[in-house]
C-alpha cells in the first residue's frame, strides 16, 4: 500500500493517555426531584436519598447539592441513618449500602439480608442498625456495622415495616400496616401496640426530649401522641386539618412538632401536639416526605412529585426552595425547536427549557396549572404544545407562543385530560392521544379548540402517537389488548393494523427517514415485549428484538447517518442502539448513571438527549450521525471534535467546521506517522460536517486523524478496539 508521511515532531503515548469516551454524560439538570430520605451529620452536612438520582449531599446548608453515588448499584434511596461514627447507611431496593467516607465510595453490605427491599432504618445507643423491609422481610439488625445482618421478626404479626424509631431506652418501634409494635430485647421479640390507634396504617414516629411518641397515620387518621412508651395513644389533630398521609414526622430541641402531609405541606405544633398550624409560607412542595434538622434548628424538608428539598431558618415559618445542583428530576418528555433549543417535560415540576445543549435549565412554567408532564411537540411556527396528567385538578394541553415564558390551557373541547401523546402534522393539525378512554382528539386552529375522533378506535386508552410524511397517522393504545391503529385521512377513521404484532401494550412509536415505522411494546407477565418493525405502512409487523436485554421499551427515536438510520430504544435498564432498522441491538449505557429512561429526543446534528426517572437529562457526548454536511450554519471558528464512540470498532464519526469556504483534507495515520485512510480532500462550503471513518481492513491500535483547512491543522487520536 502506497502511504504518504505525516511528520510529527513528537509522539509520546503513555498507557494513561489510553483513555474510553462514555457514551453519554449527564446535562446540569433539570434541579428537583423526589427527596425520600434526608440526614444531617454531626458536621451539619446534609445527604438526601432520592428516587432514581441516588444520594446527593450539601456542605453549605443546602445551597450546594452533589451527586455521591460511586459504588451504589441501586438508586432510589428510601432511607438514610448515620451512626455516631459518622458512618452513613443507605436503604434501598436492593438492599442496604454502606459510606466511611462520607459518601465518597459505598460499599453493599447485604450479609443475611433476606429481603433486601429497605425502606427505614434506625440505629440505637450501642450502633447496632436496624433495618424495616418493604413487604415479608419484616426487620432485620446488624450488630457489627453492617457486615452480618439476622431477621428478627418473633411477634412481629405484619412484616411491613415503614418506620422505626428508637427512644432512649433503646426501645424499638415499628410502623406497620397492622398498627405499631414494640421491643424492648433489642429486637428480638415484639409486642403489637394498639390502645387508642383508631387507624391501623402507621407510617412514621418522632420521639421529643420526654420520650413522648408521635405516630403519623394514612387515611385522615393525622396523628398519635402516647406519653406511655407506646402502651396507650391518643389522636391529637386539632388544626391537622389534612385527609391524606402523615408521610414524615420531625422534633427540634425545644419540642416544636413538625407533620409532613403528603398533599397538603406542614404543620407544626408548639404544645406537645394539642394544636397544629398549617406553615406552608414559600412551600410550592407540598407532598412532604421526609424532614432533617441540623444543629443550627434549621428544617429541611424533602418533596415528593419532583419539587426537591425545601429548608426553613425560623422554625417553618417560611420555606426557600434549595434544589441547585439537586439532580433527581424525572423527565417523560423531550423536544427540540427550530432554533435547537430544547424542552424538557418533567413529571412533578413542570417545562424546563435549556439554550445550550442542557449546560443550564430554566424552570418555565408561568401560566402551568399542570405541573406532571407526559409530552411536548412543537409545530412549525415554534408553538410549544405540553401534555399533562390529570393531578391535584389540573393536566390536559397547554400551549405557548414565545418560546416558554408564558403558557396557556387549552382544553376546550376536550372531555378527557390526562394526556400521554402529541404529535403535529405537516399542515400544523395537532393531534392528542388521551388515556382512561378519552381517545384522540384533534384540533386545526393552533389548539383553540379540540374535535374527538375515535370512529374506528375499539381501544381509546392512547399512550403513543406518530405520523409519518404522507401524514398518515399511527396511534399507540395499551392495557385494552388492541395494539397499533392507523388513520390516512386526518384522523377521521382509524384501522387496526396488526397482523404480527404479538404484544399490543404500544408504549413508543417512531418513523425514520424512510417511513419505516418502529413500535415499541411493553412485556406483560414476563412475557412479551420489545420492539417491532412495520416497512409496508403498518399492513404487517415483524418482531426486531435481538440484542434487547430488557423488553419493555418506553421510547423510541430514529436519526439518519451516513449508512442509513440509527434507532435508538429506551427502557427501564438502559437505552440500546440500532444501526441496521432493528435487526441488531446493542446495549449503550457507559456514562448512564440513571438507566431508567423515559424519554428520548435527537438534535438536527445527530446528539441523542434521554430523560431519566430521577437522574434529569443525559446527552450523548458526541454526535451519532455521519450526514456528510449536517448544518449550513455558519460556525464561529474552525474546529476538529473527538471521534465518536472512542475507542470503536469498525466504524468511527468525525465532526469538524468550517467557517468559510476552503480545501479540506481530513486523513488517518498510523504511529509511523504513515497515511493510510484520507477520508476527505475537496473544497467545502462554510458548516457542520460530519465524516464516517471505517477501519474494517485495519489493526487494533491507536491512530491519528488530522485536519488541514486552509491555514488551520490541528491532530487528535483516537483507539481501534476489535
Given at each position: 500500500m502506497k502511504s504518504s508521511l505525516l511528520c510529527l515532531s513528537v509522539i509520546i503515548l503513555t498507557a494513561s493517555e489510553v483513555f474510553t469516551q462514555n457514551f453519554w454524560e449527564q446535562t446540569n439538570g433539570p434541579y428537583g426531584g423526589d427527596v425520600k430520605s434526608l440526614a444531617v451529620n454531626s458536621n451539619d452536612v446534609i445527604f438526601a436519598g432520592t428516587k432514581g438520582g441516588g444520594v446527593l449531599r450539601s456542605t453549605d446548608n443546602g445551597e450546594n447539592w452533589h451527586q455521591i453515588n460511586n459504588g451504589l448499584t441501586s438508586n432510589d434511596i428510601a432511607a438514610l441513618a448515620i451512626n455516631s461514627s459518622g458512618t452513613i447507611f443507605a436503604g434501598t431496593n436492593s438492599g442496604v449500602f454502606r459510606s466511611t467516607d462520607n459518601g465518597e465510595n459505598w460499599v453493599q453490605v447485604n450479609n443475611g439480608l433476606t429481603y433486601p427491599f429497605i425502606i427505614s432504618l434506625a440505629i440505637n445507643s450501642i450502633g447496632h442498625i436496624f433495618a424495616g423491609t418493604f413487604e415479608g422481610g419484616g426487620v432485620f439488625r446488624s450488630t457489627d456495622d453492617g457486615e452480618n445482618w439476622t431477621q428478627i421478626i418473633n411477634g412481629l404479626t405484619n412484616t411491613y415495616v415503614l418506620g422505626l424509631v428508637i427512644n432512649s431506652s433503646d426501645d424499638i418501634f415499628a410502623a406497620t400496616y397492622d398498627y405499631v409494635f414494640r421491643s424492648t430485647d433489642n429486637g428480638d421479640n415484639w409486642v403489637q401496640l394498639t390502645n387508642g390507634i383508631t387507624n391501623p396504617y402507621c407510617w412514621c414516629f418522632a420521639i421529643n426530649s420526654l420520650d413522648h411518641i408521635f405516630l403519623g397515620t394514612e387515611g385522615g387518621g393525622g396523628v398519635f401522641r402516647s406519653t406511655d412508651n407506646g402502651d396507650s395513644w391518643i389522636q391529637v389533630n386539632n388544626g391537622l386539618a389534612t385527609p391524606n398521609i402523615v408521610n414524615a414526622l420531625a422534633i427540634n430541641s425545644n419540642d416544636y412538632i413538625f407533620a409532613g402531609s403528603y398533599g397538603d405541606g406542614v404543620f407544626r405544633s408548639t404544645d406537645n401536639g394539642n394544636n397544629w398550624t398549617q406553615i406552608n409560607?414559600?412551600?410550592?412542595?407540598?407532598?412532604v416526605i421526609s424532614f432533617a434538622l441540623n444543629s443550627n434548628y434549621h428544617i429541611f424538608a424533602g418533596t415528593y412529585l419532583g419539587d426537591g428539598v425545601f429548608r426553613s431558618t425560623d422554625n417553618g415559618d417560611n420555606w426557600t426552595q434549595i434544589n441547585n445542583g439537586l439532580i433527581a428530576t424525572e423527565v417523560r418528555a423531550l423536544t427540540f425547536n427550530s432554533t435547537d433549543q430544547i424542552f424538557a417535560g418533567t413529571y412533578g415540576t413542570g417545562i424546563f427549557r435549556s439554550s445550550d445543549r442542557g449546560q443550564n435549565w430554566i424552570k418555565v412554567n408561568n401560566g402551568l396549572a399542570a405541573a406532571y408532564f407526559t409530552c411536548v411537540a412543537v409545530?412549525?411556527?415554534?408553538?410549544?404544545?405540553?401534555?399533562?396528567?390529570?393531578?391535584?385538578?389540573?393536566?390536559?394541553?397547554?400551549?405557548?407562543?414565545?418560546?416558554?415564558?408564558?403558557?396557556?390551557?387549552?382544553?376546550?373541547?376536550?372531555?378527557?385530560?390526562?394526556?400521554?401523546?402529541?404529535?403535529?402534522?405537516?399542515?400544523?393539525?395537532?393531534?392528542?392521544?388521551?388515556?382512561?378512554?378519552?381517545?384522540?382528539?384533534?384540533?386545526?386552529?393552533?389548539?383553540?379548540?379540540?374535535v374527538q375522533i375515535n370512529n374506528g378506535l375499539t381501544c381509546t386508552n392512547i399512550w403513543s402517537l406518530a405520523i409519518n410524511s404522507d401524514n398518515d397517522i399511527f396511534v399507540g393504545t395499551a392495557g385494552c389488548g388492541a395494539g397499533v391503529f392507523r388513520s390516512t385521512d386526518d384522523g377521521e377513521n382509524w384501522t387496526l393494523v396488526n397482523n404480527g404484532l404479538t404484544s399490543t401494550d404500544i408504549?413508543?412509536?417512531?418513523?425514520?427517514?424512510?417511513?419505516i415505522i418502529y413500535a415499541g411494546t411493553l412485556s406483560q407477565m414476563g412475557s412479551g415485549g420489545g420492539v417491532f418493525k412495520s416497512t409496508d405502512n403498518g399492513e404487517s409487523w415483524t418482531e426486531q428484538s435481538n440484542g434487547l436485554t430488557n423488553m419493555d421499551i418506553n421510547a423510541l427515536v430514529t436519526n439518519s447517518y451516513e449508512l442509513g438510520d440509527n434507532v435508538f430504544a429506551a427502557t427501564p435498564t438502559g437505552i440500546f442502539q440500532s444501526t441496521d432498522n432493528g435487526a441488531n441491538w446493542f446495549e449503550l449505557t457507559d456514562g448512564l448513571t440513571t438507566k431508567?429512561?423515559?424519554?428520548?429526543?435527537?438534535?438536527?446534528?445527530?446528539?441523542?438527549?434521554?430523560?431519566?426517572?430521577?437522574?434529569?437529562?443525559?446527552?450523548?457526548?458526541?454526535?451519532?450521525?455521519?450526514?456528510?454536511?449536517?448544518?449550513?450554519?455558519?460556525?464561529?471558528?474552525?474546529?476538529?471534535?473527538?471521534?465518536?464512540?472512542?475507542?470503536?470498532?469498525?466504524?468511527?464519526?468525525?465532526?469538524?467546521?468550517?467557517?468559510?469556504?476552503?480545501?479540506?483534507?481530513?486523513?488517518?495515520?498510523?504511529?509511523?506517522?504513515?497515511?493510510?485512510?484520507?477520508?476527505?480532500?475537496?473544497?467545502?462550503?462554510?458548516?457542520?460536517?460530519?465524516?464516517?471513518?471505517?477501519?474494517?481492513?485495519?489493526?487494533?491500535?491507536?491512530?491519528?486523524?488530522?485536519?488541514?483547512?486552509?491555514?488551520?491543522?490541528?491532530?487528535?487520536?483516537?483507539?481501534?478496539?476489535?
Open positions: 409560607n414559600g412551600l410550592t412542595g407540598l407532598y409545530n412549525s411556527n415554534d408553538n410549544i404544545f405540553a401534555g399533562a396528567d390529570f393531578v391535584d385538578g389540573a393536566g390536559g394541553v397547554f400551549r405557548s407562543t414565545n418560546n416558554g415564558a408564558n403558557w396557556m390551557e387549552i382544553n376546550h373541547g376536550m372531555i378527557s385530560t390526562d394526556v400521554r401523546a402529541i404529535a403535529i402534522n405537516s399542515t400544523n393539525h395537532i393531534f392528542v392521544g388521551t388515556y382512561f378512554g378519552g381517545g384522540v382528539f384533534r384540533s386545526t386552529d393552533n389548539g383553540n379548540s379540540w408504549a413508543a412509536l417512531a418513523i425514520d427517514s424512510y417511513n431508567d429512561v423515559r424519554a428520548l429526543a435527537s438534535s438536527w446534528d445527530g446528539y441523542v438527549f434521554a430523560g431519566t426517572a430521577g437522574g434529569g437529562v443525559f446527552r450523548s457526548s458526541a454526535s451519532t450521525t455521519s450526514v456528510e454536511e449536517v448544518s449550513a450554519m455558519i460556525p464561529g471558528s474552525y474546529s476538529l471534535e473527538q471521534n465518536y464512540p472512542n475507542p470503536f470498532n469498525p466504524n468511527t464519526i468525525i465532526r469538524f467546521s468550517i467557517p468559510k469556504e476552503v480545501q479540506v483534507n481530513i486523513s488517518v495515520y498510523n504511529l509511523l506517522g504513515e497515511r493510510v485512510k484520507e477520508l476527505k480532500n475537496e473544497m467545502l462550503k462554510p458548516g457542520y460536517y460530519n465524516v464516517e471513518f471505517n477501519a474494517t481492513n485495519l489493526a487494533s491500535g491507536i491512530y491519528l486523524y488530522r485536519i488541514k483547512a486552509g491555514d488551520f491543522i490541528e491532530t487528535k487520536k483516537m483507539i481501534l478496539m476489535k
